[in-house]
Each structure stands twice: as structure tokens, then as C-alpha cells.
């Protein structure tokens, strides 16, 4: 079974600029959580979709955003970038009840804010 | 509030000896806790999960870990370390009952085998 993919892997954007990022969850996964890793602030929480519907929401400003498709696919997009939004942003997928289930995360989009 | 402490950034071990990674946590109910390993330029792999029942979980490549509920910890092991171990590794905890999936993690540790 293919795990999550995310495209693209790498983007350079300026500020100001805005951004969306893809995931494919793994097939049969409803859930998409997304994350984001930095060297100061480590891997903080952004948002979760579940069968379409912002489940929970992470402390970030209303600049970042997501959606859920009706096949389980997710993006995220972030407007009027600063700076300090270079990350590494990481989706992570699972089967979907927020219990024991196991998260499995993708390889990252790389983000450079210029 | 929930939280996850990884107490040491940088741990050194020499091949084929025992290694462990420290984690704690401070949660406001039972928890559930997991560890993953991220090598360069990639994503998180999942190696293991304490959810209930036994408190010494197996996983992935040969590591488990114990959970200690009066110390609230979960530290991660492997009896003989692999030059290819060498990686960051997170723990991370979810909260049982909050109707929330999303995971708290830890800063990392970055695990240095040397040969």
C-alpha cells in the first residue's frame, strides 16, 4: 500500500507570496493531520480534516488554512507569507477515530520564504 | 495542558552497545504514546506505541520502550545499537478522551551511533 505522499517536496516563494501544499493520505485513511517543523519551535500541530470538516485546529493565525476533498486528499495554504514561515510541513494520515490510531506522516514540502 | 519533555538534545553511543532515548510527559488524563524517527530530509516513521496493557512495548528495528506511569515516562531502548540508528527521534503524546487526534511532541533527540 503506497504511504502519504505530499507535492511538491520543495518550494521557494517571496513574501507576500501564497502557497498551497498537497497530501495524499494513504488509501482507506479518512483522517489528515498537518504539522509544522521548525529548528526553534519543533513540530507544532496546524490543523486536522476529517471526512472533509476542520476537526481541530492548532494555535496559528487565520493565514493558514486547509481543506478536505471528498477522496480524503488535503490542502493546506498559507497567504501573504513571512518569513517565518519557512518549514518543513509535514501531513500525516490515519484510518480516522482520535483514539490509539497511528499517525503516519509523508516525506514533507520543504517551504523557503524569500 | 499537555506536554512532552525529551531532556537530552544530543545522545552518543558506540556501536553495538545499549541505548536509550528519554522521554516524559505531562497530560491531564491517561495518555497515548508514541515515538518516531526522522532521518535527513525525510518525513516521521513510526516505530512504536504505547496505548494500554503491557507497559514494555515492541517496535520497529528492533526498539521498545517502557512506560512508567508514576514517573510518567516513556523512555525509548534497543539492547545493541546500529551505526544506521544514527537519527533524530521524537516522542509524542495524544490525549485519551479529548475527542482531539493531534499529537504533541517532543523537541528531539538527536541519537549519534559511532562506529
Known amino acids: 500500500k503506497a504511504g502519504v505522499t505530499q507535492t511538491p517536496r520543495y518550494l521557494i516563494k517571496t513574501r507576500g507570496q501564497q502557497v498551497t501544499l498537497s497530501c495524499s493520505p494513504i488509501?482507506?485513511?479518512?483522517?489528515v493531520s498537518w504539522y509544522q517543523q521548525t529548528p526553534g519551535q519543533g513540530l507544532q500541530f496546524l490543523f486536522e480534516?476529517?471526512?472533509?470538516?476542520?476537526?481541530n485546529k492548532g494555535n496559528f493565525p487565520g493565514r493558514f488554512s486547509g481543506r478536505q476533498f471528498s477522496n480524503s486528499r488535503s490542502e493546506m495554504n498559507v497567504s501573504t507569507l513571512e518569513l517565518g514561515d519557512s518549514a518543513l510541513y509535514l501531513c500525516a494520515s490515519s484510518l480516522g477515530a482520535p483514539s490509539s490510531e497511528t499517525q503516519y506522516f509523508g516525506p514533507g514540502t520543504r517551504l523557503l520564504v524569500l | 495542558a499537555q506536554s512532552v519533555a525529551q531532556p537530552e538534545d544530543q545522545v552518543n553511543v558506540a556501536e553495538g552497545n545499549p541505548l536509550t532515548v528519554k522521554c516524559t510527559y505531562s497530560v491531564s488524563g491517561n495518555p497515548y504514546l508514541f515515538w518516531y524517527v526522522q532521518y535527513p530530509n525525510r518525513g516521521l516513521q513510526f516505530l512504536l506505541k504505547?496505548?494500554?496493557?503491557?507497559?514494555l512495548v515492541k517496535g520497529s528495528y528492533g526498539f521498545e520502550a517502557e512506560f512508567n506511569k508514576s514517573q510518567t515516562s516513556f523512555h525509548l531502548k534497543k539492547p545493541s545499537a546500529l551505526v544506521s540508528d544514527s537519527a533524530l527521534y521524537f516522542c509524542?503524546?495524544?490525549?485519551?478522551?479529548?475527542?482531539?487526534?493531534?499529537?504533541?511532541f517532543g523537541t528531539g533527540t538527536r541519537l549519534t551511533v559511532i562506529p
Open positions: 504505547y496505548i494500554t496493557g503491557d507497559n
Open positions: 509524542a503524546v495524544r490525549v485519551v478522551l479529548t475527542g482531539a487526534n493531534n499529537l504533541f
Open positions: 480534516y476529517f471526512s472533509e470538516t476542520q476537526r
Open positions: 488509501s482507506g485513511h479518512r483522517s
